[in-house]
Each structure stands twice: as structure tokens, then as C-alpha cells.
């Protein structure tokens, strides 16, 4: 019997958060996540261990994560677009106090309310959005398979890890309906640990007297996130029939411009056009050492993305070769495959 | 094969049940199928959209540019669908069906259960999916529901003309 299911982003998002065993939400509800929000309320009248409190703001959610993770609770929060921007205090005291703090972002344009339902202009927001280092880490999803199996590792890499993790995601995707089936290997979760033992005191801080003394813990924190990074680095390289070796041209996008990139890639393969996707799936880490490896071999990178080049930005971050860039941005709107298969056709 | 259906109208006036019902009929006949609802701020007035497509091959986003298919439930949705309507799209038109609802005195609430009728009979023309089809996951979705009787009338009207 199959066990494909017909089902919505978010309800395999909730399915996700209740099999990475989370027992509480703190939200409050914003366009595209409100379903994520009402979801586990519902959730929640079903199960007696589930719990979800709707908050005043986004600010108080934020706060009410990071309380509830130092009682010991695994707790999380879903946002969007001012939300966002309003829970960055939070976002940035759990990076500084080490908090396994989970956030499901459903990015919408911006700048402010802006448009309700898509872009991709939060992702300097998440990575970036807190008046820290940016040592948080970033997934973003494709298509529902991961959307599932990417919120299961968001919770997993923020108790593993204790760094604010977040899926980056967005409306298209959250209210796309299709066909889903959960993965064939079972994901286990990672053990809930205490952050404080029962029987001793620890004093996690958020504030320092000497600022020598905060260096020090920084640093101390950017060695444990590059380290991490070596193990939670995650991309796709997708090419129908070209060999890795010969492309020449790449496209990179995320999320979910990268599935629509695929389809671009297939029809100029078969128009015997060398371009392969790279397709960054951590964005913070951002997967440096495969994009190199690379961007030797590679004439052209075409960037595309539903913002005006922040994806565009953290690639020429991270890039150690001169390639010539280019691409295509569109803040808050969708990007079609054929638009990509233009875009490089006409590349001379 | 790749078909891309997009229904419209005024938000309140059940595109979305059509959507959901004609996407799951596809999904039932196992069908790659994908939809999206693009519903901004329809409370106050917006048009409301469904973007549905079905292939036999893995689909890998939700949007396209031009439909084969358009259902126009309102007005102001012709305007709102205009750019994603090329040569080759079928439409159904709510002002080509005016005079058959006043004849037939379908209510507002029902008149999206009627265009689900009319869509239907285009579907199945098209051999993609048969009334039948159609009808298990309506009477599943609605038979519960007050005014299933008449619904189902009104779904046989669209269905006939």
C-alpha cells in the first residue's frame, strides 16, 4: 500500500514538529505561518502533552522559547517578515547564551508588512538579523520531503549543537498542496538534554562585565560553529545528463527556486547546454568548500532568487575564485523556469 | 503531458472548494498533482486563485506563467488572470452562464458547486478525469455538509449544460 499522502506545507511541517517530539509552541499568528500556529493549537486540544500559548507579540514569543528551553521543554516558534524582525532580541540572546532555540520562518515581501505570502528577503534576516556574529544555523527546503525532513533536523541540530536553528521557508511552499511520503529512514531526535542539571546551579549568561571576557566566549563559540559546520553542511548538485566535471555554467538558487531551477536545468540539458544547479540547502553554513571545488571548472554563475541578491551576496562571500556572476532578481516574486532558461541561453 | 488548470473569483465565493476537490480527484487517480491557493487579502475584497497542475511526471513548483485552463467566476478576477492567459487557454466564463443560473435559481452559496459541474464536464471531455471521479470526492467532501441535496442538483445543471 502506498503511503503517499495529499497533504499541505504546514500540516507536514506539524508533523514534523510532534515527530521531533516538541511539546510547546509560542506564536503569534502572521501570514503564512498563522496555520502552523492554529495547527498545533489543535494539536494541542487533542493531546494533553502539547501545549501552545498565543502570545501578544512576536517579541514574547521569542522570550517565551527561550524560557521554556531553560526549563527544559523543547519548544518553538513560527514567524514571518515583521515577525521576524521583531524576534531577533530573542534570536540573539539564544545565540549568546547558547539557547537550542527553533524558529520556522515563513519568509513574505518586505520591506515591513509588505506582501503576505512569498519572497526570499529574509535570509539575511535569519542569518545575520541579531547584533551578533550570525552563528545560527539556516535551512532552507525545496519541496515538502524536506520541508519535513529539514524541520526534523532543526530540531536535532539546535539540541545537538545549542545554536538557534531555523527553517527557512515561505508561503508558496507552506500552502502548496502534493503528494508527500515520509522519508524510508527513520530520523531519531536527539536526546532532550537538561541545560541546567537539577542538583547544581549554572549561570547562563547574556551579559558580560569585561569585554575581553566576551571575546574570549565568542571566539571560543565561532571555533564549536565551525567545527559543527563541517558535519551540518548540506547542498544539492543537480545536472539531468551532464557531467559534473564539464558543466561550465551554473545556477544557483535556494528553496524553493531551487526546485523550479531544476526544471530550467533539465530543459537546457536537453538543449545540450552545459549548467548544472547548485543548490545550497544550509545557508548558514553555507556549503564554501563544495561551491569552490566548483566554481574552478565553472565560466558562469547565474544566481536566481526571489530578493534583490541576498543569496547573490552570501555566494560572492564565499566565493574564492572570479567567476562572472549574474542572474536573476525578483524581491517577492516567483521565479519561472523559463526565465532561467532564458537568462542563460542568452548569456554570450 | 502537463495541464495547468487556474480557478478564479471574488474571495467568499468557494474557489477553493472547487480547487480542492478537483486536485484531489487527480491525486486520487494518481496523478502527479500540485496547488497552490494565492489568497492575499481576500476579506477585504481581493480576487481569490488556485493554481492546479497535473502531469504524469514529478512536478517541482507550484506557480506557472500561462494556464490551459481558466475558470472566471468574477470580474474584476478577468482582470487579476489576465497575464496568465496566452492563445491556446480554454476558458470558462461566468457571464456566458448568467442567464442558465437565473433560470435555474442558483443561490450564491451554491453557485461555486454549479462552475464545479461546469468544470467537470470540461475535464472529462478532455478524458483527463470522468464525473464519477469527480463526484466521489465531492459527496465525500460535502455530502455531510447542509444543502448537499441541493448542491447536487446544482453540480448535475453545471454538469449538463
Same mark, same amino acid.
Given at each position: 500500500m502506498s503511503d503517499k499522502r495529499f497533504l499541505n506545507g504546514y500540516d507536514v511541517v506539524l508533523e514534523a514538529c510532534e515527530d521531533a517530539e516538541a511539546t510547546q509552541m509560542f506564536g503569534y499568528p502572521i501570514t503564512p505561518t498563522t496555520e502552523i500556529l492554529s495547527g498545533w493549537i489543535n494539536k494541542s486540544l487533542q493531546n494533553k502533552n502539547l501545549h501552545c500559548l498565543q502570545t501578544e507579540d512576536e517579541v514574547a514569543a521569542g522570550f517565551a522559547v527561550c524560557g521554556a528551553v531553560m526549563a527544559g521543554a523543547k519548544a518553538f516558534t513560527a514567524t514571518a517578515g515583521p515577525g521576524t524582525v521583531l524576534m531577533q532580541d530573542a534570536l540573539s540572546m539564544a545565540e549568546g547564551m547558547r539557547l537550542p532555540f527553533v524558529a520556522l520562518i515563513g519568509q513574505r515581501g518586505g520591506p515591513s508588512s509588505g506582501t503576505v505570502i512569498y519572497s526570499q528577503q529574509e535570509v539575511n534576516l535569519s542569518i545575520h538579523?541579531?547584533?551578533?556574529?550570525?552563528m545560527r544555523i539556516v535551512l532552507s527546503p525545496s519541496n515538502l520531503e524536506e520541508l519535513y525532513s529539514l524541520t526534523r533536523k532543526v530540531f536535532n541540530y539546535a539540541y545537538k549543537y545549542r545554536f538557534p536553528s531555523i527553517l527557512l521557508t515561505d508561503g508558496y511552499l507552506l500552502k502548496t498542496r502534493q503528494s508527500f511520503s515520509l522519508p524510508e529512514t527513520k530520523i531519531e531526535n536527539q536526546k532532550l538534554l537538561a541545560l541546567v542539571d537539577e542538583t547544581s546551579q549554572k549561570? @547562563?549568561?547574556? @551579559?558580560?562585565?569585561l569585554e575581553k571576557e566576551l571575546m574570549s566566549e565568542l571566539e571560543k563559540n565561532k571555533q564549536d560553529f565551525e567545527e559543527m559546520s563541517k558535519e551540518i553542511v548540506e547542498f544539492e548538485i543537480y545536472s539531468s545528463d551532464v557531467a559534473i566535471d564539464d558543466v561550465g555554467n551554473l545556477v544557483i538558487a535556494h528553496g524553493i527556486v531551487g526546485a523550479v531551477a531544476k526544471e530550467a536545468v533539465d530543459e537546457l540539458n536537453k538543449q545540450n547546454k552545459k549548467v548544472a544547479l547548485f543548490r545550497p540547502v544550509s545557508l548558514s553554513p553555507f556549503p564554501k568548500d563544495e561551491l569552490n571545488k566548483l566554481a574552478q571548472k565553472i565560466k558562469n554563475i547565474f544566481v536566481c532568487e526571489s530578493s534583490l541578491g541576498q543569496l547573490r551576496d552570501l555566494v560572492k562571500q564565499n566565493l574564492e575564485y572570479e567567476v562572472k556572476i549574474s542572474g536573476i532578481f525578483k524581491p517577492a516574486v516567483g521565479v519561472e523556469a523559463e526565465e532561467i532558461v532564458d537568462l542563460v541561453l542568452s548569456n554570450k | 503531458m502537463k495541464f495547468k488548470i487556474l480557478l478564479a473569483g471574488d474571495g467568499g465565493q468557494g474557489v477553493q472548494t472547487i480547487a480542492k476537490i478537483v486536485s484531489e480527484c487527480f491525486f486520487a487517480k494518481n496523478f502527479e498533482v500540485i496547488s497552490i491557493p494565492n489568497y492575499g487579502?481576500?476579506?477585504?475584497?481581493g480576487v481569490s486563485l488556485s493554481f492546479i497542475q497535473v502531469s504524469d511526471k514529478q512536478i517541482f513548483y507550484p506557480k506557472f506563467a500561462k494556464a490551459d485552463f481558466l475558470l472566471l467566476m468574477s470580474e474584476q478576477a478577468r482582470e487579476r488572470t489576465s497575464e496568465h492567459v496566452s492563445a491556446d487557454t480554454e476558458i470558462i466564463d461566468f457571464k456566458n452562464y448568467q442567464e442558465i443560473i437565473l433560470q435555474n435559481k442558483i443561490s450564491r452559496s451554491s453557485l461555486n458547486i454549479f462552475f464545479l459541474g461546469v468544470v467537470a464536464k470540461f475535464l472529462s471531455e478532455k478524458k483527463l478525469i470522468s464525473k464519477d471521479d469527480i463526484f466521489v470526492i465531492f459527496e465525500k467532501k460535502l455530502?455531510?455538509?447542509?444543502?448537499w441535496e441541493e448542491n447536487k442538483q446544482v453540480f448535475e445543471i453545471g454538469f449538463l449544460i
Open positions: 538579523g541579531g547584533n551578533g556574529e550570525g549561570n @547562563i549568561r547574556n @551579559i558580560y562585565t | 487579502l481576500e476579506q477585504r475584497g455530502a455531510s455538509k447542509k444543502n
